[in-house]
């Protein structure tokens, strides 16, 4: 896979990964009861999700990695869009696994695309992919808006089916688990040319 193609498809996945992180985000204070409570319970699942990306980072593939926490979010959606209003806390404790999917994942894909470029682009790529993955936050509130305008159940599977979309687009990217930083272009160019 060209440099190129890599670089749509991580930018692609950092929009999906933030539109719903973001979602999931703004949506834990709406989950019912106290909304400063729910907030500050959501909130709380990100303190967990530093020692998962440690261990996760440093003994698994990325490619598995990306795409599995994409699944499992969608399956959180779904989950969300089948379970009745009235069940607030089991709502919000489904919003904080799928923000700890989705940061996670948020965060393995950044460790994957530095590892990607040659060290004269890296900073260059990461800096393009990061710009189109803020999209994805700018987006987001407007998934609200979304479950007014036709039905509230709406933002839970179009959010899921991103998911979905994230996870094909992640297995298409090259793995780059223990696999040596390039500095230059010599050696994907030699590859190229064969």
């Known amino acids: 896979m060209d440099l190129g193609n890599a670089a749509s498809l991580s930018a692609f996945t950092l929009i999906i990964s933030s539109i719903v992180w973001y979602h999931m985000t703004v949506s834990t204070a709406a989950a019912g009861g106290?909304?400063?409570?729910?907030?500050t319970i959501g909130a709380s699942s990100?303190?967990?999700?530093k020692l998962i990306n440690v261990v996760l980072i440093k003994?698994?593939?990325r490619r598995y990695t990306i795409c599995g926490t994409m699944c499992f979010s969608a399956l959180v959606m779904v989950?969300?869009?089948?379970?009745?209003?009235?069940?607030?806390?089991?709502?919000?404790a489904l919003l904080m696994l799928g923000k700890v999917g989705t940061s996670v994942n948020g965060a393995v894909l950044r460790?994957?695309?530095?590892?990607?470029?040659p060290t004269v682009v890296r900073s260059v790529a990461m800096g393009f992919c990061y710009t189109l993955g803020r999209l994805g936050s700018a987006l987001a509130p407007f998934f609200d808006d979304l479950g007014e305008a036709t039905q509230s159940w709406v933002p839970s599977i179009v959010s899921a089916g991103l998911c979905l979309?994230?996870?094909?687009?992640?297995?298409?990217?090259?793995?780059s688990f223990e696999k040596t930083l390039e500095d230059g272009f010599?050696?994907?160019?030699?590859?190229?040319?064969k």
């Open 34 to 39: 106290n909304p400063y409570v729910s907030f």
């Open 46 to 49: 990100e303190y967990p999700v």
């Open 59 to 61: 003994y698994c593939r």
């Open 79 to 92: 989950a969300l869009w089948l379970l009745p209003a009235e069940y607030s806390w089991l709502r919000l």
């Open 111 to 117: 460790v994957q695309l530095s590892e990607t470029y």
């Open 165 to 175: 979309a994230g996870a094909g687009a992640s297995w298409l990217l090259p793995e």
């Open 186 to 193: 010599s050696k994907h160019e030699a590859t190229e040319n």
